[in-house]
């Protein structure tokens, strides 16, 4: 492994790393939390809540297939739970 | 003698067992392994879980831990003298603090991350939760009441300090807006609310018009103030609800919006602070006034020392954070020693430079004894004491004395501030996890369970009256923090010496600091609830009583419960058998 050089900018980016650390993580989970909601909504109707606007939201699941798959390992699902989606 | 010699001998046994002790219990007792896949890589989803630099997690580690009580416990303990408070803070750092901070990280990693709360709860049982929840319960509770009172009179004493702090919050909520909604750099903008907050301290330490100073409202401290209080109650009382109504606003917020940027914000005093203290120390080459023991004492320093030291040397809070965030982020296992240990021997900086500011404020030994007269002004003034001494140690670098002090006060009541939000954000928590418990449906609406938490913390803090006087009735409580601290310590530490026992490894690394720990912490309780709260005792307190007596239970369950589990050959299936 090299030596790594230390130069002023580097320790100021490792100090804000340190202090921001744990706020990024918050964050994040916020954000998570909201695309989630979004990911319910999308995908509603397969749970059978009529939604008005399935007709659209259909355009989106191309885009959100790799989300998909992350959100149902992160619900603890092995497997897709929707027939309709076969991300694995 | 000179204070450079106390912090040097410190700094060195914190040095040897960094070096060596934490390294061979890393090597031969915990047999850290490099190539152990940790809970950050097996389960990374890059928000909980994700590898991270061991310095910037020993960074985010230290932080979270560090607050007020490092400086507050140790300010008090000077009391017996700074012989006695120096050794537990060194000795008890060395050896019971870093294994256990370190000991909580390990084994959570070695369970999927989990915290020391759920091994508890899957270990011992059901009970465990209960017993987890009431003293949390208890904990936060005091907290928000000593600390509403802690605040207060901060501002009372150091009125230049108010507006600092005040101007903090629009500033977080400004930052925090910049960085949610525009994810702009954090950096920047909070070293600027820094620079304009201690220009404002500066300011105010100058102009006195600046100062919001309630008492001099009133008219001084001899004058009359509101419903038959004097000029200083009534200040107390104002503060008091200032405060809580500003905690009921903060802790019903989302997050991002004024806590988070505040903490960010107060995560830099942490830096600047320790770095005035110690650089203002070997710059100033202070003498020690006080004594290396205090025999004249009305309460005896044994056992209640080890109870009154809480953070700074060991604290079962540490687990909590080692178990519950650190442990999710751990890139290497190896990492885990630097992380475990140093944030440790962080916080034992901490307490040490406490330690020096207050035995070196006094000019005299006789100004010392005369300060710390009893246990109840020491109990009172410990903080005050801390902060006019840390003042002086800043004036090494060419800081007025007077402007050193508001900036302290200003870094110590941000510390408690955050505390104090914590605390009431999580009674609320807690309050709403028994609501879904015991199906209380209206306990789990969000502000119910606000009003019922700062209610109850409102009521404790100014309707008894405290021993520190009007709104300090949180005080008749906050014996029972250092109890219930290092009650939640030992459990950890038994959790250790569990799974160490399991694999047939020496044990006795974690077994002596928690027979120690729990032996200190039952011997104080008994004293205290059987020969002084008692309606036979000394000096009879039925709250007190009461509490302490539920708590005195726990511990002597948990002394049996660990007995018997370790004493059983029985194999513990809960624990992942990969360990």
């Known amino acids: ?88 | 003698m000179s204070a450079i010699v106390l912090a040097l001998a410190g700094m060195l046994v914190f040095y040897l067992g960094w070096r060596y002790y934490s390294k061979f219990i890393a090597e031969k007792i915990y047999r850290l392994d490099p190539d152990y896949v940790t809970p950050a890589h097996r389960y990374r989803d890059d928000v909980d879980f994700v590898p991270t630099n061991k310095f910037v997690l020993w960074g985010h580690h230290f932080t979270s831990v560090a607050g007020a009580a490092p400086i507050l416990g140790p300010a008090i303990a000077v009391y017996w003298g700074w012989l006695p408070a120096l050794v537990w803070v060194v000795l008890g750092t060395v050896f019971a603090a870093g294994v256990h901070d370190f000991g909580t990280l390990v084994l959570s990693v070695r369970n999927k991350g989990q915290s020391v709360g759920t091994l508890a709860n899957r270990l011992i049982g059901r009970r465990a939760k209960l017993l987890f929840l009431f003293i949390i319960l208890i904990l936060v509770l005091m907290v928000n009441a000593v600390f509403a009172w802690v605040i207060s009179n901060l501002f009372v004493q150091f009125p230049a300090s108010v507006l600092s702090v005040f101007i903090q919050i629009p500033l977080a909520i400004w930052i925090g807006y910049k960085v949610h909604k525009k994810s702009k750099n954090m950096l920047l903008p909070s070293l600027a609310a820094l620079a304009v907050m201690y220009g404002t301290a500066i300011l105010a330490s100058h102009f006195p018009v600046l100062q919001i100073d309630l008492v001099r409202y009133f008219g001084g401290e001899e004058s009359a103030g509101l419903f038959g209080l004097g000029a200083t109650g009534s200040a107390f009382l104002i503060w008091i609800i200032v405060l809580f109504a500003y905690v009921y606003v903060a802790s019903t917020l989302p997050v991002w919006k004024l806590l988070q940027p505040r903490d960010y914000i107060n995560s830099h005093q942490l830096v600047v602070g320790l770095g005035i203290l110690y650089l203002g120390l070997f710059l100033t080459n202070p003498t020690v006034t006080a004594p290396a023991t205090n025999a004249s004492t009305d309460v005896p320093w044994f056992p209640l020392l080890f109870i009154t030291i809480a953070c700074g040397a060991i604290s079962g809070f540490h687990g909590l954070v080692s178990s519950g965030t650190s442990s999710k982020q751990l890139n290497k296992e190896t990492d885990a020693r630097f992380v475990g240990y140093m944030g440790a021997v962080g916080e034992g900086m901490l307490a040490l430079i406490s330690i020096i500011a207050v035995v070196t404020l006094f000019a005299t030994q006789a100004d010392f004894l005369a300060a710390y007269s009893t246990w109840d002004a020491a109990n009172g003034g410990g903080l005050g004491n801390f902060i006019v001494g840390a003042g002086q140690l800043a004036t090494g670098l060419m800081i007025p004395v007077g402007i050193a002090e508001t900036i302290v006060a200003v870094i110590v009541v941000s510390f408690a501030a955050t505390t104090l939000d914590t605390a009431v954000r999580l009674m609320r928590y807690i309050i709403t996890e028994l609501g879904s418990e015991y199906k209380v449906k209206s306990l789990t609406k969000t502000h119910v369970a606000t009003t019922v938490a700062v209610g109850s913390s409102a009521a404790l803090a100014v309707l008894p009256e405290g021993p520190n006087g009007f709104g300090s009735g949180g005080y008749l409580l906050w014996p029972l923090f250092g109890t219930s601290n290092q009650l939640l310590a030992g459990i950890s530490l038994l959790l250790i010496t569990i799974w160490l026992k399991k694999n047939a490894r020496n044990y006795l690394v974690t077994l002596i600091p928690m027979i120690f720990l729990l032996f200190m912490t039952v011997w104080a309780m008994i004293q205290q609830v059987f020969t002084q709260w008692a309606t036979w005792g000394s000096d009879s307190n039925m709250l007190l009583f009461g509490f302490g007596a539920v708590i005195l239970g726990f511990a002597i369950w948990i002394v049996l419960e660990s007995i018997y589990i370790l004493s059983s050959n029985k194999d513990h299936d809960n624990i992942d058998p990969s360990m």
């Open chain 1, 1 to 88: 492994m090299t030596e790594e050089k230390w130069s002023f900018k580097k320790i100021v980016k490792l100090y804000d790393e340190i202090l921001s650390l744990q706020h990024r993580a918050e964050i994040k989970r916020e954000i998570r939390d909201q695309d989630d909601l979004f990911m319910l909504l999308c995908f509603s109707e397969m749970l059978g809540i009529p939604n008005p606007v399935s007709y659209y939201t259909l355009e989106l699941y191309p885009e959100m297939i790799e989300k998909f798959h992350d959100w149902h390992l992160r619900m603890g699902m092995e497997k897709s739970p929707l027939d309709g989606i076969r991300c694995c």
